[in-house]
């Protein structure tokens, strides 16, 4: 069940990049409030300034200006071991190109946070095959990545993102490398968690399904906040997308 509390404020964030003699303005006064337990898209063109918005709403850069606020933390503050532990046990990642180890297992790869954040072994297994009987490859715990699909590595890689209980899922393109039926999977199933667990999905993307689960999508262009538009705001149709008020 959600609640009316926001889980992630940015207020008047501004990032600034320097590229040679060049000052490039990738965010412009950003201003943004999302509440716990909803599905959230990020979506804009190209150079629009989506994926830096992202980075700051993950810890993973810090503004120029402004502040970012993860559950009324202000992420600017931290230094980089309290930023390494929020972002261990407050957020959890998935990435367009899975980044899941290698040389692990499914199982070893969805341990490896509960591991790091303390967990003891047996716990952590348990846990581990918990979550991917979750994401339904209980059956694969002992597969390496090569023995797996595009989408089974992108099911452990969400395993993997809800080891530590996090409040914030941030999913950068998360369907940029699946063919569209594995894509509409994985989409699903991130709406079933987001709702079931009450964790806030925060994606990243170009791809148009995300707006059919998508609670809230923010659309970004040229630095700034286009527009920010509930479900119900949005007129979708094959081939074509229409906002109501747009």
């Known amino acids: 069940m959600t609640t009316n509390k926001n889980i992630v404020r940015v207020t008047n964030v501004t990032k600034t990049f320097q590229l040679g003699k060049i000052a490039v303005h990738a965010l412009k006064g950003v201003e943004l409030e999302i509440p716990t337990g909803q599905y959230v898209s990020i979506m804009g063109p190209s150079g629009s300034g989506k994926s830096t918005l992202f980075n700051m709403i993950g810890g993973l850069d810090k503004p120029t200006t402004g502040k970012v606020y993860i559950d009324e933390v202000d992420v600017s503050q931290l230094d980089a071991y309290e930023l390494a532990w929020l972002r261990c046990r407050k957020i959890g990642y998935i990435f367009q190109t899975f980044n899941i180890i290698q040389v692990m297992t499914a199982l070893e790869n969805v341990t490896l946070p509960m591991t790091f954040a303390g967990m003891r072994n047996d716990?952590?297994?348990?846990?581990?095959?918990?979550?991917?009987?979750l994401v339904g490859l209980g059956d694969r715990f002992q597969h390496k990545p090569f023995e797996l699909s595009g989408g089974q590595q992108q099911r452990v890689a969400i395993a993997r993102a809800l080891a530590n209980d996090p409040a914030i899922i941030l999913a950068d393109e998360p369907t940029?490398?699946?063919?569209?039926k594995t894509g509409e999977e994985i989409i699903n199933l991130l709406q079933n968690l987001s709702h079931e667990r009450d964790v806030t999905v925060i994606s990243a993307t170009h791809d148009i399904k995300m707006l059919n689960v998508s609670d809230l999508v923010v659309w970004i262009r040229d630095g700034r906040i286009d527009k920010i538009e509930s479900r119900d705001e949005l007129t979708i149709s094959v081939g074509r997308i229409d906002a109501r008020n747009a």
Do not use: H, Q, T
């Open 176 to 180: 940029g490398n699946l063919d569209l």
């Open 123 to 133: 716990e952590a297994i348990e846990k581990a095959m918990g979550l991917l009987d």
